[in-house]
């Protein structure tokens, strides 16, 4: 069974910065990818960031290209979100998610591709 769990929210001032973990577990190989999405209150949950577990391969959504960065410790299978210069845009609720298995052709940033979701962890930047 997949479970993932997020960690490292809070609340930081505006340009700061802070390191989202997710620990996943429960996978069988390589093939799947792990998402990073985010909910601000009244908004539709968009895709941040997402990386491959086979190759390391890394998407960003436009707006946090730059700031934000994506990486993994398979080693502690832990998938971490780098976010430096922090907005209050970047508020909202962060979820971790993985498609596993990988269905080819998915889109990285549709809601719909990830079968399995952790709880959620708070973000708020402060102006």
């Known amino acids: 069974e997949v479970q993932l769990v997020e960690s490292g929210g809070g609340l930081v001032q505006a340009g700061g910065s802070l390191r989202l973990s997710c620990a996943a577990s429960?996978?069988?190989?390589?093939?799947?990818?792990i998402a990073w999405f985010r909910q601000a209150p009244g908004k539709e949950r968009e895709g941040v960031s997402c990386?491959?577990?086979?190759?390391?391969?890394?998407y960003y959504r436009d707006s946090v290209k730059g700031r934000f960065t994506i990486s993994s410790d398979n080693a502690k299978g832990t998938v971490y979100l780098q976010m430096n210069s922090l907005t209050p845009e970047d508020t909202a609720v962060y979820y971790c998610?993985?498609?596993?298995?990988?269905?080819?052709?998915?889109?990285?940033?549709?809601?719909?591709?990830?079968?399995?979701w952790g709880q959620g962890t708070q973000v708020t930047v402060s102006s």
């Open positions: 429960g996978f069988t190989g390589a093939d799947y990818y």
């Open positions: 998610a993985a498609e596993y298995p990988i269905r080819y052709g998915s889109t990285w940033y549709a809601v719909g591709t990830y079968d399995h």
């Open positions: 990386i491959s577990g086979s190759d390391g391969y890394t």
